[in-house]
Protein backbone atom coordinates (compact mmCIF):
# COMPACT_ATOMS: atom_id res chain seq x y z
CA UNK A 1 0.00 0.00 0.00
CA UNK A 2 1.61 3.63 -0.73
CA UNK A 3 0.91 5.83 1.91
CA UNK A 4 2.33 8.72 0.15
CA UNK A 5 -0.69 10.26 -0.16
CA UNK A 6 -1.76 10.11 2.83
CA UNK A 7 1.04 11.65 4.66
CA UNK A 8 0.85 14.73 1.91
CA UNK A 9 -2.82 15.35 2.79
CA UNK A 10 -1.78 14.93 6.48
CA UNK A 11 1.10 17.51 5.97
CA UNK A 12 -0.98 19.94 3.85
CA UNK A 13 -4.16 19.81 6.82
CA UNK A 14 -1.12 20.00 9.74
CA UNK A 15 0.16 23.42 7.82
CA UNK A 16 -3.24 24.72 7.08
CA UNK A 17 -3.90 24.37 10.82
CA UNK A 18 -0.59 25.68 11.79
CA UNK A 19 -1.50 29.05 9.75
CA UNK A 20 -4.72 29.07 11.69
CA UNK A 21 -3.07 28.92 14.79
CA UNK A 22 -0.29 32.06 13.61
CA UNK A 23 -3.26 34.14 12.70
CA UNK A 24 -5.55 33.24 15.63
CA UNK A 25 -3.11 33.86 18.06
CA UNK A 26 -0.81 36.56 16.78
CA UNK A 27 -2.13 38.30 13.72
CA UNK A 28 -5.72 39.64 13.03
CA UNK A 29 -7.62 37.30 14.64
CA UNK A 30 -6.59 38.02 17.77
CA UNK A 31 -8.37 41.14 17.46
CA UNK A 32 -12.03 39.44 16.52
CA UNK A 33 -11.50 38.00 20.16
CA UNK A 34 -10.81 34.29 18.64
CA UNK A 35 -7.70 33.65 20.37
CA UNK A 36 -9.43 29.99 21.91
CA UNK A 37 -9.72 29.15 18.06
CA UNK A 38 -6.11 29.41 17.38
CA UNK A 39 -5.50 26.64 20.39
CA UNK A 40 -8.29 24.62 18.73
CA UNK A 41 -6.03 24.89 15.71
CA UNK A 42 -2.87 24.01 17.73
CA UNK A 43 -4.58 20.83 19.23
CA UNK A 44 -6.33 19.11 16.60
CA UNK A 45 -2.57 20.11 14.61
CA UNK A 46 -0.73 18.17 17.39
CA UNK A 47 -3.41 15.09 16.80
CA UNK A 48 -2.70 15.06 13.33
CA UNK A 49 0.94 14.92 14.15
CA UNK A 50 0.08 12.28 16.00
CA UNK A 51 -1.82 10.38 13.52
CA UNK A 52 1.03 11.03 11.08
CA UNK A 53 3.36 9.14 13.86
CA UNK A 54 0.99 6.11 13.93
CA UNK A 55 0.99 5.77 10.05
CA UNK A 56 4.14 5.59 9.82
CA UNK A 57 5.23 3.15 12.37
CA UNK A 58 1.97 1.26 11.21
CA UNK A 59 3.61 1.32 7.85
CA UNK A 60 7.37 0.11 9.02
CA UNK A 61 5.28 -2.93 10.86
CA UNK A 62 3.31 -3.84 7.64
CA UNK A 63 6.62 -3.84 5.53
CA UNK A 64 8.74 -6.15 8.05
CA UNK A 65 5.62 -8.37 8.19
CA UNK A 66 5.64 -8.56 4.36
CA UNK A 67 9.60 -9.05 4.04
CA UNK A 68 9.65 -11.92 6.35
CA UNK A 69 6.59 -13.85 4.31
CA UNK A 70 8.78 -15.52 1.77
CA UNK A 71 10.49 -17.63 5.10
CA UNK A 72 8.44 -21.06 5.33
CA UNK A 73 7.49 -22.24 9.21
CA UNK A 74 7.58 -24.81 11.12
CA UNK A 75 7.06 -28.61 8.86
CA UNK A 76 7.57 -26.50 5.49
CA UNK A 77 10.73 -25.78 6.18
CA UNK A 78 12.15 -29.49 7.19
CA UNK A 79 14.69 -30.21 3.91
CA UNK A 80 13.92 -33.82 2.18
Known amino acids: ?14 LIQGYFFYYFVFS ?14 LIFGLILVYVIIMLVKHQRRNNS ?14 LK
Open 28 to 41: DGKQGGLQFMGFVS
Open 1 to 14: MNYRLYYSVLAIII
Open 65 to 78: QKFNEHIKKGEQRR
